[in-house]
Every structure is written in structure tokens, then in C-alpha cells.
């Protein structure tokens, strides 16, 4: 039987989305450079097709060096604290996948789109979540910033009833993802990743696409939703 290290409770407890993120924005943190291979290797593996459950426990044991949980390595970063953090996890996933500037689009129960999308390196908000109705800069409406612990920073201005619904909205998709796309793609007919529109039957049933899930580590959900117990379909081959 393979080796596989321990960790602490709460770090088997993050999954492999917030795992990555973790991995992804730390890897100069690491005390040895063969850990920071190590950590890239394996994001670089979980991107092409998923970690077994031994590459799953090697990526938290790296996050339990960076966290101090290891003895002989000091603490370089604290586990991120729940919140909207699966939010901010899934975004740096689509990222590592090779998405230039990932966004999610979903619906709020009263007061239409919010749009989800990663701060570009330049902005005064780079490393965060930038949250709009989607509109073009200057015509949109401003509804704050997540950060990379999952911490969601409203403006002042906004009302209770529309914070309440941003929070329940973001909530919902932190919770259950690929649930809250296929809400997303039936109700609008649209991917919510991506903003294409639904042609493809798979995609339609599963309410986004092949590529987008390949890329926000959602495939087996999508091959689930899309009724594809053995999926064959590549994204290169996929449709939205």
C-alpha cells in the first residue's frame, strides 16, 4: 500500500477547488523549491483530468506545510476561513485551467444579473473578485469585492434587501455549483461561465457546457446533469 501523510481535520476538509486556489496563489511561500515543483505539478494534473485520492492527500499535506502544520515548516498563510471562499477557489480553478479572465454570471431573486470576475493585475482591487451587474464599466452597479479568504466587502451604499440577496445568491453557489449553473443555463438559457448560448443538447440538459466545466473542475457534475455515464466528449470536441 502507498505512503499517504496525515493532516489536520480542518485542511482534509477543503476540497479540491479551494485546495488549488490555495496552492496556486502560495506557491512562492514554500521553504523548498521542490515543494513548489511538487505543488505545481500536481495543480498542473488536477487540471488535465482530476486528482486521485493520493494526489488529493499530497496537495493538502503542501497546504499543511504552508499552514505550519508540519513539523520543521514555519507558518506562511492561515487556512481561509469559509466564507464565499469555494467562490473565489472555483474562479482561480478556471484560471489555472487556462482561462484568461474567468467570470460567472448568475441571477439575483429580484434585482437581475451579478457577475463574478477576477480583478485584472493592474486594477487597485488585483487578487480580488470584483462584483457588478455585468453592465460596461462606468454604466454598471458596484456591489464589492471578495477576497481570497472568501471575505465579501459590500459598499456602504447598498441597501439590506440587495446585500441580502447577493448573500443568498453567492451562498447558493458556493454550496452547489454545478446545481446553481443548471438553474442558471434553464432559467436563461445560457452557460453562466461563460455567457454562451445553450445549442448543444448535453449542454442544454445540463445547463452549461463540456469546456467550461472542464475548465471550473465541474466534468463529472456535467456528465451527470448532461446524462453521460462514460463521457467520451473532450472540451475540444464539446459544444456549448
Known amino acids: 500500500m502507498a505512503y499517504a501523510p496525515s ?3 480542518e485542511i482534509a476538509a477543503l476540497t479540491e477547488p479551494e485546495v488549488v486556489s490555495i496552492l496556486v496563489m502560495n506557491s512562492g511561500q514554500f521553504e523548498e523549491e521542490k515543494d513548489r515543483a511538487f505543488a505545481e505539478d500536481l495543480c498542473r494534473k488536477g487540471a488535465e483530468k482530476g486528482w486521485s485520492l493520493s494526489q488529493n492527500t499530497w496537495a493538502k499535506f503542501l497546504v499543511a506545510k504552508l ?3 508540519v513539523k520543521g515548516h514555519a507558518t506562511k498563510i492561515a487556512i481561509p476561513p469559509g466564507g464565499f471562499g469555494a467562490v473565489f477557489a472555483m474562479i482561480m480553478t478556471a484560471k489555472t485551467n487556462g482561462l484568461k479572465w474567468p467570470a460567472i454570471w448568475l441571477k439575483l431573486p429580484t434585482e437581475g444579473d451579478l457577475k463574478i470576475a477576477l480583478a485584472g493585475p493592474n486594477s487597485s482591487y488585483a487578487g480580488k473578485l470584483l ?15 471578495i477576497d481570497a479568504a472568501g471575505n465579501w466587502k459590500a459598499p456602504g451604499m447598498l441597501n439590506s434587501k440587495i446585500k441580502e440577496e447577493i448573500a443568498d445568491t453567492l451562498a447558493g453557489f458556493a454550496t452547489d455549483p454545478a446545481g446553481t449553473a443548471t438553474g442558471y443555463g434553464k432559467l436563461t438559457g445560457s452557460c453562466c ?4 448560448t445553450l445549442t448543444d443538447p448535453k449542454s442544454t440538459a445540463a ?11 465541474l466534468m463529472d457534475q456535467w456528465s451527470k446533469a448532461a446524462g453521460v455515464g462514460d463521457p467520451t466528449l473532450t472540451p475540444a470536441q464539446g459544444a456549448e
Open 131 to 145: 462584483l457588478t451587474d455585468g453592465k460596461p464599466f462606468a454604466h454598471n452597479r458596484w456591489y464589492g469585492s
Open 67 to 69: 499552514t505550519g502544520h
Open 7 to 9: 493532516v489536520p481535520d
Open 193 to 196: 461561465f461563460c455567457a454562451k
Open 207 to 217: 445547463g452549461f457546457g463540456p469546456v467550461c466545466a472542464t475548465k471550473f473542475g
